[in-house]
Antibody, heavy 120, light 112 residues
Framework: QLQLQESGPGLVKPSETLSLTCTVS??????????WGWIRQPPGKGLEWIGS???????YYNPSLKSRVTISVDTSKNQFSLKLSSVTAADTAVYYC????????????WGQGTMVTVSS | DIVMTQTPLSSPVTLGQPASISCRSS???????????LSWLQQRPGQPPRLLIY???NRFSGVPDRFSGSGAGTDFTLKISRVEAEDVGVYYC?????????FGQGTKVEIK
């Protein structure tokens, strides 16, 4: 059973870089069957897709965040990560990682989410 | 970007009665491979989202059969045949046909 767990700082200062990691268990992050993605949800608001990465390293980013986002995979640790630079208060949100089985094209397994607050 | 519009935004329902949520996309969700990548997610209070339906009408593992999805092209519907207390939450449609993947605004289902 695939499981995902986000980790990282809960507080980031404005203008700094937000860094989160998603640890995958119960399956290999190198599997050709999966995309891996990040989604965020500001308090009291809806869901926003941040970006996705394929096992090959191909990345797809939301154009609204593209200039600030980097998603990468660490196969040795079975993890993938998110870096979002130059954060502002508008980046305060719960950040989720999730898996996408390639033929489903749907976020099927989600992490519990981690709240990140941008504040000085 | 493909805009996903859900109606209604709030749906008060009596226990045991049906509920229906509509999702309309700003352009066709038919992918070049012939599939339509429209999914539905449920988010219970304080919980992460959970996949209910993928590719319009396919129930994900463990999803009760009171949930069903239908539609084609740009118009899609999620139906709950008989609402139970555990169905309270916010429901989102999502398209993964074209990057950037986009979500609807969410529909809050609550008990009358």
């Amino acid at each position: 059973q695939l499981q995902l767990q986000e980790s990282g700082p809960g507080l980031v200062k404005p203008s700094e870089t937000l860094s989160l990691t998603c640890t995958v268990s119960g399956g290999s992050i190198s599997s050709s069957s999966y995309y891996w993605g990040w989604i965020r949800q500001p308090p009291g608001k809806g869901l926003e897709w941040i970006g996705s990465i394929y096992y090959s390293g191909s990345t797809y980013y939301n154009p609204s965040l593209k200039s600030r986002v980097t998603i990468s995979v660490d196969t040795s640790k079975n993890q993938f990560s998110l870096k979002l630079s130059s954060v502002t208060a508008a980046d305060t949100a719960v950040y989720y990682c999730a898996s996408v089985l390639w033929w489903r094209h749907a976020f099927d397994i989600w992490g519990q989410g981690t709240m990140v607050t941008v504040s000085s | 970007d493909i805009v996903m519009t859900q109606t209604p935004l709030s749906s008060p329902v009596t226990l045991g009665q049906p509920a229906s949520i509509s999702c309309r996309s700003s352009q066709s969700l038919v992918h070049s491979d012939g599939n339509t990548y429209l999914s539905w997610l449920q988010q219970r209070p304080g919980q992460p989202p959970r996949l209910l339906i993928y590719k319009i009408s396919n129930r994900f593992s463990g999803v009760p059969d009171r949930f069903s999805g239908s539609g084609a092209g740009t118009d899609f519907t999620l139906k709950i045949s008989r609402v139970e207390a555990e169905d309270v939450g916010v429901y989102y449609c999502m398209q993964a046909t074209q990057f950037p993947w986009t979500f609807g605004q969410g529909t809050k289902v609550e008990i009358k």
